[in-house]
């Protein structure tokens, strides 16, 4: 990696130092490229040959939704996309069968808890797993689980302090029992290489605008093959519809996970989320993993040697570091005026959070030691 030519991509590092990737990820120039690719297709009115515009759109959406199966080792019938991250956790939820007496297994802070009002209409047990000095523990996982769980619901990378499960291990408890595995990997996916069909997991759910650099308003739900007959969409639209009377539009496979997408989807974002995934594939996933762990380890070390009583556990290869402070939102702001960006949070613990990326370097970290050193833990 030439930094200086890739910094020269990001047009906020001229005035930032930006170390918050984990709320929000910068765009490279190129990014914007894709976005202007598609307004100007869609201005001047000038599709492909005979092709409508919306058929254009719908291959863009194909091919990138390829490049994605490929990012994580899926393949093509098993991308569909989504909103946010949510939206694909839902579309698990609402479209599994449920009854009383079944129950979810999950962290205690998980972003998007599986606690939710149709689970709780079925009689479905909540059985959250208690995070003891920032870790999840696999023994207290495993015990949470019996032959009645349907769902093992884990973040790749935790939000809170960047806690990194082993996704191949979970898979493996959970099957024992029957359960399924459902993945929040939008604070993994763009930082950590990832193969869903190595760690055997069943669902993953990620939004593409903090690593990945990619938009917002888009995201994507990969549902492993095994589950896709099964797996029924929780709503209807004119990509899905089972209609087959007169004037019904062609129906769709549904045996492939698009019938999950339902209606028109955020194709500016697909555009822009092409520029993104050539962007990181022309640098390598495992060269941007190699280099974001070598500084996140070189920024735990600092704020240790600062005497900051740390949330991360150490060696803990992930994006994220998170340390214990008084004061996180107002500190946070006050680091902001010095245009250094982190992430200031009261829950969990009051804590900074410090998410660097491949564009950042020792000296975006030194320059974050020396503003954060000036306010007392």
């Not at 991509?9 to 490279?28: C, K, R, S």
């Not at 990014?31 to 863009?60: A, C, H």
């Not at 194909?62 to 080792?73: K, P, S, T, Y």
């Amino acid at each position: 990696m030439n930094i200086d030519w890739i910094r020269a991509d990001f047009p906020g590092l001229q005035e930032w130092t930006y170390l918050d990737n984990a709320f929000i990820g910068l765009y490279p120039k190129q990014v914007r490229e894709g976005y202007e690719e598609f307004l100007d297709q869609w201005m001047s009115f000038n599709p492909e040959g005979t092709k409508t515009i919306l058929e254009n759109w719908l291959d863009k959406a194909n091919h990138v939704r390829g490049m994605i199966a490929d990012f994580v080792g899926a393949e093509t019938n098993e991308i569909a996309f989504t909103t946010c991250t949510g939206s694909g956790l839902n579309i698990v939820i609402n479209g599994m069968k449920w009854e009383k007496g079944n129950n979810v297994v999950f962290p205690e802070h998980e972003h998007n808890p599986l606690d939710t009002m149709t689970l709780r209409r079925y009689g479905v047990e909540s059985r959250p797993v208690k995070v003891t000095k920032g870790q999840i523990s696999l023994n207290d996982l495993e015990k949470a689980i019996d032959n009645n769980t349907k769902i093992v619901q884990v973040s790749q990378v935790s939000y809170v302090n960047g806690f990194r499960l082993d996704l191949k291990k979970v898979s493996d408890i959970a099957h024992d029992h029957g359960a399924k595995v459902l993945v929040d990997s939008t604070q993994a996916l763009g930082a950590l290489s990832t193969d869903v069909k190595a760690e055997r997991v069943d669902y993953v759910s990620a939004a593409p605008y903090k690593y990945m650099m990619g938009p917002a308003g888009l995201a994507f739900l990969y549902v492993s093959s095994e589950h896709l007959d099964a797996l029924e969409p929780d709503r209807i639209g004119w990509k899905n519809q089972l209609w087959e009377g007169d004037y019904a539009e062609e129906q769709l496979d549904g045996s492939t996970a698009e019938k999950f997408e339902y209606g028109t989807i955020n194709f500016q974002g697909v555009y822009g989320l092409e520029r993104s995934l050539e962007y990181i594939n022309n640098l390598g996933i495992e060269n941007i993993e190699k280099r974001i762990i070598t500084l996140t380890d070189y920024l735990w070390s600092r704020l240790s040697e600062l005497g900051r009583k740390m949330y991360t556990l150490s060696g803990n290869k992930s994006p994220i570091v998170s340390f214990y402070q008084n004061n996180p939102i107002e500190v946070a702001a006050k680091l902001m005026l010095d245009k250094v960006k982190v992430t200031g949070r009261k829950a969990h613990g009051g804590h900074v959070r410090v998410s660097s990326h491949f564009y950042n370097t020792r000296e975006d970290i030194d320059c974050f030691i020396d503003k954060i050193s000036k306010f007392p833990p």
